[in-house]
């Protein structure tokens, strides 16, 4: 059973395209997060949901979009690509009990 | 947001205990010590947790400071699967809390 999961794994597209990236988790968490792992493998924090309602929002883009039609789900969509929007993207699901971060098998992006 | 200091990289031999340390001088009384891995091409993954005392798991022991500005975590016997990225972040914030990753510590495991 795969608590998060991510799909595409593997996403290539040309610059100026919109994609989306989805992401599920099946552990009954309230609360799920973005992040962004560049080339430099630095991972940052984007973005974090709690039921639906967008609790951080760091300083990301407005051509990043993140979206949850419900709590067990945020999709993260991206407009008019750029090159260095290309990284592997994390999501990530906390559940209450010891406040830990579960995170999904990530999704590389290239953007050519 | 609370800053960790940590060696870029160490090395072990498998089956030989490692101790990984961190430096948090500038933890604030409510912020607990979290350490994640990052194993090659996977997401990082919970490791351990805690706020003032000694902790133990199944995966690994974290010691803490008297005075909590550092923090050691222990792998008991290093295996070839404990390689990876280690992060030692602070947890701060209420219940909205984020994680802030620093570089963390390739730990590198010899047969």
């Known amino acids: 059973d795969t608590a998060v999961s991510q799909t595409p794994k593997y996403l290539v597209t040309q610059m100026g395209n919109d994609k989306s990236i989805k992401c599920e988790q099946n552990l009954g968490h309230d609360t799920m997060y973005w992040y962004k792992q560049d080339s430099k493998k630095f991972l940052k924090i984007m973005f974090s949901y709690n039921n639906k309602e967008l609790i951080i929002n760091e300083t990301v883009p407005n051509r990043f979009s993140p979206k949850s039609p419900d709590k067990a789900h945020l999709n993260l969509h991206i407009n008019s690509l750029e090159l260095g929007d290309s990284a592997v993207y994390f999501c990530?699901?906390?559940?209450?009990?010891?406040?830990?971060?579960?995170f999904g098998p990530g999704t590389r992006l290239t953007v050519l | 947001d609370a800053k960790t200091t940590q060696p870029n990289s160490m090395e072990s031999n498998e089956e030989e205990p490692v101790h990984l340390p961190c430096n948090h001088s500038t933890i604030s009384g409510t912020d607990y010590i979290h350490w994640y891995r990052q194993l090659p091409s996977q997401g990082p993954e919970y490791v351990i947790h805690?706020?003032?005392s000694n902790v133990n798991n199944r995966m690994a022991s974290l010691a803490i400071a008297e005075d909590r500005k550092s923090s050691t975590l222990i792998l008991h016997r290093a295996t070839l699967r404990d390689a990876a990225v280690y992060y030692c972040?602070?947890?701060?914030?209420?219940?909205?809390?984020?994680?802030?990753f620093g570089k963390g510590t390739l730990l590198t495991v010899n047969p």
């Open positions: 972040i602070l947890r701060v914030g209420g219940s909205n809390y984020k994680l802030t």
């Open positions: 990530a699901s906390r559940g209450t009990l010891w406040d830990t971060q579960y």
């Open positions: 805690g706020l003032t």
